[in-house]
């Protein structure tokens, strides 16, 4: 008895342990996060643009996903560059929403909106990586700075699934035989 | 009766009197005043190095000038006692700068002797507006790029901007925003040290040959603050 429930225990922790995170080095070196830029009609404040490139840069760190964020228009050694990303992107659409809208029918209805499009490129031959799509939704009473964090946070969980899932396609690529 | 009408305003004006006192002392009282225990030291910790020069040169900062419009710049919170600056913040990006220039052997003995001189334009230095879960610190300066000999001058734009927790304790609170503004300014010292833009500026005004980029050309007086 005693011995299945020491190897219960253990199996347990091997379980546990497969499972755990794993301390894998970032696959990039460096990442360039420019400020977005807003489409013609939408209405936000420059102050939440500035806000978004903090907030994404922050999110990046937090995700390490890459080695270092750095800022915009910083020189990247020619060495690093072909393990080296360049966000850009653009907010596509912005809708203010109603507060009576959202008090008086619920269920979404007069929710913020915010539609945004970032593309990944390389560094060293501009080559592009991956193209984000993501639409955020908040409540039309919360300040569009949470918003901007909310979309920074989805963004950078879409890029890493992103690149993960371009990286494995590469790799497969690279073992199958000619 | 008109006396009891007398009365009845005489009331009504001292007691609109009283309200008034009382809406405006609590807004004196609530004034932070600068004190050791809400002042917090800003430091840049390691000194940024800036990229190789194609030629050895050296830099001098003439000044720096507070453009941010800010009346009270060392004041930089005012919920919970007040958060102040020990130093200008003027000084601190001075200080910043001539760190990471000295550090890498960048820095001229006196103006004379250099062959860039930088004049920096500081716009913001602090905190700004962000969410409420966070701390927002942002550091945002131009620097006026000239080579005396010549007297050609370019403007590079910096800015270093990090987000903090937010903090329930005032002690938790001052810490996480010492932190954040020491990390913007470092991240804005980094931007400006390792920019690309202050290459190709120094590129340009290292050759003296007079052919400025139209995009990246100087304008003829220095920038004016921005619109807060």
Redesign the interface.
Known sequence: MRIFTLSLVALMFAIGAAAGPKNEPPQYKTAETKHFTTAEGVELSP?FV??F???L??ELTKAKLVKEV??????VEDADAPKSLVISGAVTEYKKGSVVKSALIGFGAGFRSLKMDADVVRRSDKQNLCVIHIHVKIDPRW?E??M??GAAHEMVKEMKKALAEGAKTAAGEATKPS | MPLRGTLRLSIAVLSLAALCGLTIQPAQADEPKPKPENTITIQLGQPVPPPKFERPLKFWIADVTDRSGNPQPMLVMKERGGVFLDKQPTALVKDALDQSLKAANLLAADAASADIVLRVYLFHFGLASGSVLDFFGKVEFSAMVKNPKTGESLEVRAVGTSIANGAMRKKNMQKNVEENIEAALRDATRNFLRGTQLKDAVGTLAKGSGVVPVAATAPAEPPKPQPR
């Open positions: 102050a500035d806000y490139y903090a907030e840069r922050n750095i800022g915009e228009g910083e020189a300040n700075k949470v901007a964090k």
